[in-house]
């Protein structure tokens, strides 16, 4: 029989087979513990464990002696239980030098012997044999860090192997283009076809911006690229047209709704032509429409500082360039047809051929260009939605580390290895995405 007492002073009569259980108090209505038969020896009449006297001091003294981690002397602290030199050189070790001893001598089990170490000789490493590595044959393939392109030489480059070949195919697909509207009087059939190299020419000079800027290629691609109609054709075509239309647009509603206003017209022209290189190129490598907005497309100009005048330069005179020249193939090509054709040199034929060769070589020039600032200040664009580019921490060493990251677009993230030839640093403070908080994560 188990008896014990509730904290309420109710008294328990219990079976030995309900030790360990709970029981409710019918008085106060507290569980209790129903004590084992163990613990009935140590609780008291009134429910609670009996409480012993602390042992003395000599017995706790004690306790600690045993139960504690090695052995222990109350006056000298721990025992060193390691042989110092002496027992050394007792055990046959008489020059034992107490620096150069690093652990306790080992003896063999059955004879009783001192192990001594066995000198061991390295053998020899063979020389390692230097195998010459070939060249990389592909212009991308090489290392590039060491002969980044500039303005100056990409107007050589133009006129050189693949980007030659590149400009023929364009100024051949621009007379296929002038045949195509040329007998569209006679087949309107073929009118598609017309449109739909518009759309490819557009979106070539899209594609030559994403490859010279972020792809980091040297060379121009080939017409249509990959011949992807969505990312090669189509998409490119849409960023220059977001372009155009945000930089020229408000010059078009100007002269459709105050014909009368040329003075605004022409304002408007040429504010468009000076913002157009840096929305052409947030529309192709920022990969958000959310960077065209005005202090973003500013960002671009202010990063790319004198360089952006160039472009504006560049882009102005190209494109009046194309333009007369589109006008006068066009005349040339319709007087081939006409019973009364032109007999101006300004209308011949090799001077509309010329017109438009040097229209399509400046306007190759001005996106190459255009690629060429995004590689050299992307870092410090104040664009949004970029992803982090990771760089070789040996190349921060010694120098300022910016107060923000550097940021690349997400689909054309480059994988920066480790190495002297990594990314550098930017002079100056980068774009973190929108509004920078210097955290190097993007908002």
């Not at 084992?36 to 600690?64: H, R």
């Not at 598609?192 to 899209?206: D, E, F, P």
């Not at 030839?421 to 190097?440: F, M």
Request: glycine share 8%; net charge negative.
């Amino acid at each position: 029989m188990i008896r014990f007492a509730c904290h309420c002073t109710f008294e328990f009569a219990l079976q030995d087979e309900m030790a360990g259980a709970l029981i409710q108090c019918p008085r106060c209505g507290k569980l209790n513990d129903i004590p084992t038969l163990g613990d009935l020896a140590n609780i008291s009449q009134d429910g609670t464990y009996k409480i012993e006297d602390a042992p003395p001091p000599e017995s706790v003294e004690k306790i600690t002696l045993a139960y504690q981690g090695g052995l222990n002397e109350a006056a000298r602290g721990q025992i060193d239980l390691r042989p110092d030199y002496d027992l050394i050189n007792m055990a046959g070790e008489p020059s034992a030098d107490p620096l150069q001893i690093t652990a306790a001598p080992k003896y063999d089990p059955e004879s009783g012997e001192l192990i001594r170490p066995m000198e061991v000789t390295p053998l020899a490493e063979p020389p390692v044999e230097i195998l010459p590595v070939a060249k990389a044959a592909l212009h991308y393939a090489a290392d590039q860090e060491d002969h980044v392109p500039t303005m100056l030489t990409v107007a050589a480059a133009l006129l050189w192997g693949i980007n030659l070949f590149v400009l023929v195919m364009i100024l051949f697909l621009h007379v296929v283009l002038q045949t195509v509207f040329t007998v569209m009087g006679i087949f309107p059939f073929i009118f598609l076809a017309g449109v739909l190299l518009v759309i490819v020419l557009a979106g070539h000079y899209g594609n030559v911006v994403d490859e010279t800027g972020p792809q980091n290629r040297d060379e121009l691609p080939r017409p249509m690229r990959d011949v992807q109609f969505y990312d090669d054709i189509w998409h490119p075509f849409i960023q220059l047209s977001q372009a155009l239309i945000i930089s020229f647009g408000p010059a078009g509603l100007a002269d459709y709704f105050y014909p009368q206003a040329q003075w605004l017209v022409t304002m408007l022209l040429l504010a468009g032509a000076f913002i157009f290189p840096a929305a052409f190129l947030a529309a192709v490598t920022s990969g958000s429409l959310n960077n065209l907005r005005p202090d973003r497309l500013w960002s671009v100009v202010r990063v790319t500082g004198g360089r952006y005048l160039f472009l504006v330069v560049v882009g102005l005179v190209g494109a009046y360039t194309y333009y007369y020249g589109w006008i006068t193939f066009t005349m040339q090509w319709r007087g081939m047809f006409s019973r009364s054709p032109s007999t101006s040199v300004w209308h011949s034929a090799w001077f509309a051929y010329s017109f438009l060769a040097l229209g399509i070589y400046l306007a190759h020039y001005f996106c190459w260009c255009l690629g060429l600032a995004y590689r050299s200040g992307h870092e410090q664009f104040n664009w949004v939605l970029q992803r982090y580019a990771r760089r070789n921490p040996l190349d921060v060493v010694g120098r300022r580390a910016a107060p923000r990251g550097g940021y690349v677009r997400p689909a054309q993230q480059r994988a920066l290895a480790g190495g002297a030839k990594a990314a550098r640093l930017p002079s100056g403070p980068a774009a973190s995405g929108g509004q920078n908080d210097g955290s190097g994560q993007s908002r």
